[in-house]
């Protein structure tokens, strides 16, 4: 019912930003709680980052509260990743995916996926 596409990964110098977008397709998107998740080689995903359906809770990681920032603008069908302070920890590949429920932190609640988007952070 919702397709999902990443984009804005690159490259960057540790101390650098990015930001992420979630691009949506679907009307019924603005119900879907969204989350970012990553995975670097060698490593299980892991949860990033997640907002509620309306946009008014917000979760993060204890890897990454205080440096990123998830938001979202359901009139543009959007959800946003900030990335400050980036850290070569960081480097991974980076997932979108969406929830029909209020919001979760847990991968294995999250019904659809984007494909990835390539996060390189270099010290």
């Known amino acids: 019912q919702v397709q999902l596409v990443e984009s804005g990964g690159g490259l960057v110098q540790a101390g650098g930003s990015l930001r992420l977008s979630c691009a949506a397709s679907?009307?019924?998107?603005?119900?879907?709680?969204v989350g970012w998740f990553r995975q670097a080689p060698g490593n299980a995903r892991e949860f990033v980052a997640a907002?509620?359906?309306?946009?008014?809770?917000?979760y993060y990681a204890y890897s990454v509260k205080g440096r990123f920032t998830i938001s979202r603008d359901n009139t543009k069908n959007t959800v946003y990743l900030q990335m400050n302070s980036l850290k070569p920890e960081d480097t991974a590949v980076y997932y979108c995916?969406?929830?029909?429920?209020?919001?979760?932190?847990?991968?294995?609640?999250?019904?659809?996926w984007g494909q990835g988007t390539q996060v390189t952070v270099s010290s």
């Open positions: 679907g009307r019924t998107f603005s119900t879907y709680a």
């Open positions: 995916a969406v929830y029909a429920g209020p919001v979760s932190t847990m991968l294995r609640d999250y019904e659809y």
């Open positions: 907002v509620s359906y309306n946009g008014f809770s917000t």
